[in-house]
T-cell receptor, first 114, second 115 residues
Framework: DVKVTQSSRYLVKRTGEKVFLECVQDMDHENMFWYRQDPGLGLRLIYFSYDVKMKEKGDIPEGYSVSREKKERFSLILESASTNQTSMYLC?????????????FGEGSRLTVL | AQTVTQSQPEMSVQEAETVTLSCTYDTSESDYYLFWYKQPPSRQMILVIRQEAYKQQNATENRFSVNFQKAAKSFSLKISDSQLGDAAMYFCAYISNFGNEKLTFGTGTRLTIIP
């Protein structure tokens, strides 16, 4: 089975702190994604990556950056956390060999910024 | 830009009954895919069912089936014989078959199963 693992299920940070959210997938997927999930807003794409060292902005990239140094790992970085970044963050991956749009998700990281 | 609309923030159904979740979408393209994803409480989101736009036949996966109305841009999910394990957030999603398009999700419907 495909496994997408997010390093932290729950985090509490203070305003201005730098935050790292890590995501690792074990199925050699080419594509990785970071989404933000908020009630009433659904899932919104922050960044995605189609290859190592490659990244593209999604719909809401402001205040975030990403890093993909290895194929299996995709990190989301909040350079200076703010209270409006309190949210659930979902990592996902997909393979070019599988059905288009079929994503495999991690369990999510719930971030609270105080 | 493509949009996906789920007009029912919450739904409930008696165990063993049937429930239908609604989804509409807006696109100018003719070749695309539609999905229903399920997110159980505190668990990973998983793919429930997938529909290819060029296929007229509605997709079915066990107790889950869709009613795909391409002209109306409607894509509803029917869950038959509802079970307690069906309680979850359900997200409708769209992706074009062209270029490097990404999934566009609806806002979700929270389904409660009443024992």
């Amino acid at each position: 089975d495909v496994k997408v693992t997010q390093s932290s299920r729950y985090l509490v940070k203070r305003t201005g702190e730098k935050v790292f959210l890590e995501c690792v997938q074990d199925m050699d997927h080419e594509n990785m994604f970071w989404y933000r999930q908020d009630p009433g807003l659904g899932l919104r794409l922050i960044y995605f990556s189609y290859d190592v060292k490659m990244k593209e902005k999604g719909d809401i990239p402001e205040g975030y950056s990403v890093s993909r140094e290895k194929k299996e790992r995709f990190s989301l970085i909040l350079e200076s956390a703010s209270t409006n970044q309190t949210s659930m963050y979902l990592c996902a991956s997909s393979s070019n060999d599988r059905a288009r749009g079929e994503l495999f998700f991690g369990e999510g990281s719930r971030l609270t910024v105080l | 830009a493509q949009t996906v609309t789920q007009s029912q923030p919450e739904m409930s159904v008696q165990e063993a009954e049937t429930v239908t979740l609604s989804c509409t979408y807006d696109t100018s393209e003719s070749d695309y895919y539609l999905f229903w994803y399920k997110q159980p409480p505190s668990r990973q989101m998983i793919l429930v069912i997938r529909q290819e736009a060029y296929k007229q036949q509605n997709a079915t996966e066990n107790r889950f089936s869709v009613n795909f109305q391409k002209a109306a841009k409607s894509f509803s999910l029917k869950i038959s014989d509802s079970q307690l394990g069906d309680a979850a957030m359900y997200f409708c999603a769209y992706i074009s078959n062209f270029g490097n398009e990404k999934l566009t999700f609806g806002t979700g419907t929270r389904l409660t199963i009443i024992p």
